[in-house]
């Protein structure tokens, strides 16, 4: 007899569980388009060559030790991560008021910034945009902050619901934490322009809520690290205080490598060296430190100007390839003369679509044409190619016919 007897079975996560169930699908026409993660023309995974060739460079070094790193991480890796995503001459990192440390992934980073505000920020309550990525409310939560929503996304213009955000976050508690995504917004592929980034800016600083970036995505967005860093660089460049966390999974392609930073952006250096010494004591207990290789990676690639320079081709290229899926997704379903306006799949941006198919369409995709997707109707258009693109545009005409 088990102790654990009585333990009930737990649900599958809702995005990861998506592939649980496309692998256990034998049909040969199946396609994954559920889990965010790029894919070649081919369908296959993609090691960039410029991460290879870091990979390469790090083994034949014969000085390079496995010993523990500092617990705040690699520091080469936290100095040019905060490079890549204030700029290269941000006055905030030559003022040495900002701490990086790294992370695990953009999930850990989230997770690190949240248990360190439940600790030390008077305000506890986060506003998250509805909808967001599905962990979100799951990793504040579980750190102990309490979860809002704001208004963000319009369903009958299947964009953003601006005047709906400006009002919830003007009549948010003073102080509230406010996670914003920095570019390219899961799942909708909904982002504010500029100016509106500005408004945002604008009405957060008078109301004195604490920004908190989620960057998954820089490079992914536009193509263009600079470009799709905007929103985070014009909430530095007042001054004011902000937290981002930087994920590496994406725009280097280094999924299972868990490597990722979490900045808190500081009005002095002296303030900064004390949130520094209280992440540490956040992560000391939670995993002591990061590990080493992923870190070890993005450092060297982002160091050496060549090789930087070498990420930001085979980047832009990824990034073009989704945005050639969108265009031609868009095409086919012109061509076979689907109902609907379907002009929101070549404005929205970034890794997916959010298609506005229903739970029941996206069932019955799923089972009539083995097309896996999140049972909110986005679809992951890094999964996609030339060759998957008729199959889909089928089973969404179907669908909705
Ligand atoms: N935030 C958002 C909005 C995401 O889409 C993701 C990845 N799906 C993450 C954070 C974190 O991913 P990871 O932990 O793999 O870096």
Redesign the pocket.
Known sequence: HSVFANIPQGPEDPILGVTVAYNKDPSPIKLNLGV?AYRTEEGKPLVLDVVRRAEQIILNDRSRVKEYLPITGLPDFNKFSAKLIFGNDSPAIQENRIVTVQC?????S?RVGAEFLARHYHERTIYIPQP??G??PKVFTIAGLSVKYYRYYDPTTRGLDFQGLLEDLRSAPSGAIVLL?ACAH?PTGVDPTLEQWEQIRQLMRSRGLLPFF?S??QGFASGNLDADAQSVRIFVADGGECFA?Q?Y??NMGL?GE?V?ALSIVCKSTDVASRVESQLKLVIRPMYSNPPIHGASIVATILKDRNMFSEWTVELKAMADRIISMRQQLFDALRARGTPGDWSHIIKQIGMFTFTGLNTEQVKFMTKEYHIYMTSDGRISMAGLSSRTVPHLADAIHAAVT
Not at 104 to 108: A, D, E, F, P
């Open positions: 965010g695990l992934s953009g999930t850990g989230l967001t990525w962990n979100h995504h899961n989620d998954a995505y966390a994920s999974a994406k999924y868990r990722g």
